[in-house]
């Protein structure tokens, strides 16, 4: 009697045996979900903790668990990649990533995707990371590609961190590395996509809380632990007090975690402004300085010209001079073509003694127009008025006379 009791009971046991294998799996899926959130939690406190004393790179032991435990939370039940023959093969983050970020604006994926150092798909998702933590962009990526449900539907399974709420904490503890200034190299050995991301648990398990970093496991152990003594005897009521003065001082904690994080982020966009405003200013001078050269360019062209315009007039008055002086040569030669034979010898005479002048010497303003009055129709009509009055003898009125002839 007593086998077939114990035969029937393990046969009771065997029975439910399913339900409580899928129940335990789901336990084990959300154990591990939530361990997974909480080491990447503690792994920024670190990581923003150490960035106070010392740049990030990639050879910070801190920077290297961050980024092993980002890597293990984007593969948490990733689904594999089916080949023409059915099977199954393994696939990287990257490939989710590349689909889902398309959106982001200036995005680094069509530079990550044509680096020639950078070869396989779980190191270009490494090199991802690291160009995402530079351009401190790497919670906006993360939050575009979890609104994007149907992609990430596509590549995960179900009870995947992406697909349950864990991912909204995530997106939201990402957003503190945004206060950091990283340095990496991306041709480095962190690079290499031979070997997986292993996650180092030493630090965690030292992992001290203070005023700066809260455990949520520990809030959830407190909150069964209030639960299991209110539904105990009654004569312990007074540890459930305790338990809830313990809440609120781990809020009051909370709260001032968060405003440390709001006020280091503040500081960073306040250096981040006034970078820009030096930046700003710096290029409102330059402005000037070029609308000032303009201005100066521009006045000594104008000068140019003016003067220029001024040649130009002078010139002119010169050229109406010259041309004023020819027509006076030229009625010079007519008024001496009108005057007598023998008088016109005397005036060519003269007319070759005075171009015998000019030829000696320069033909400037003040001399032409010394020869202008000299040889001016005044003086002409001076001279036939002499030679009417016979007041100058001529040349041949002394060879007629006789008392010039020869004996």
């Known amino acids: 009697m007593a086998s077939r009791s114990l035969g029937g009971l393990s046969g009771s046991r065997g029975g439910g045996g399913g339900g409580g294998k899928k129940s335990l799996s789901a336990r084990n899926a959300a154990v591990e979900r939530r361990n997974l959130i909480t080491v990447c939690r503690f792994s920024v406190k670190t990581l923003i903790d150490r960035s106070c004393f010392e740049t990030i790179d990639d050879s910070s032991p801190e920077f290297n668990n961050f980024a092993a435990v980002l890597e293990q939370i984007l593969s948490h039940r990733l689904k594999g990649q089916v080949t023409w023959f059915g099977y199954e093969s393994p696939r990287s983050f990257w490939d989710y990533i590349r689909v889902a970020c398309r959106k982001v604006s200036q995005n680094c994926i069509c530079s990550i995707e044509n680096m020639e150092n950078v070869s396989s798909s779980r190191a270009k998702g490494r090199a991802w990371i690291r160009v995402a933590l530079m351009e401190k962009h790497l919670s906006e990526y993360i939050s575009t590609a ?41 041709k480095g050995e962190g690079l290499d996509g031979t070997f997986p991301a292993v996650i180092d648990y030493t630090p965690y398990l030292k992992f001290e809380q203070s ?22 005897t009654p004569e312990n009521v007074g540890p459930p007090l305790i338990m809830d003065e313990n809440s609120w001082f781990n809020k009051c904690k909370r709260v001032r975690q968060k405003y440390q994080l709001t006020l280091e982020q503040k500081g960073y966009l306040e250096e981040l402004l006034r970078l820009r405003e030096n930046q700003l200013s710096e290029s409102v001078s330059q ?121």
């Open 146 to 186: 979890l609104r994007d449900f149907k992609t990430t539907r596509r590549f995960y399974e179900d009870g995947a961190i992406v697909l349950g709420e864990e991912a909204n904490m995530l997106a939201g503890m990402l957003l503190g590395l945004n206060a950091i200034d990283f340095s990496f190299c991306l």
């Open 211 to 232: 005023s700066d970093s809260i455990s949520s496991d520990e809030e959830e152990l407190r909150t069964f632990g209030s639960s299991d003594s209110e539904g105990s």
């Open 287 to 407: 402005n000037k300085v070029l609308l000032q050269r303009i201005e100066d360019s521009d006045l000594a062209h104008k000068l140019e010209k003016e003067q220029l315009e001024y040649i130009i007039v002078e010139l002119q008055d010169q050229l109406k001079s010259y041309q004023s002086l020819d027509q006076l040569s030229a009625e010079v030669s007519l008024s001496q073509a009108s005057l007598d034979p023998s008088h016109s010898q005397d005036g060519d005479g003269k007319q070759d003694s005075l171009n015998f002048v000019g030829e000696g010497k320069e033909d400037t303003p003040s001399l032409l127009g010394l020869c202008g009055s000299l040889t001016s129709v005044a003086s002409y009509k001076s001279l036939t008025s002499l030679k009417s009055n016979d007041c100058l003898a001529s040349p041949a009125a002394e060879m007629a006379s006789p008392g010039l002839t020869p004996s």
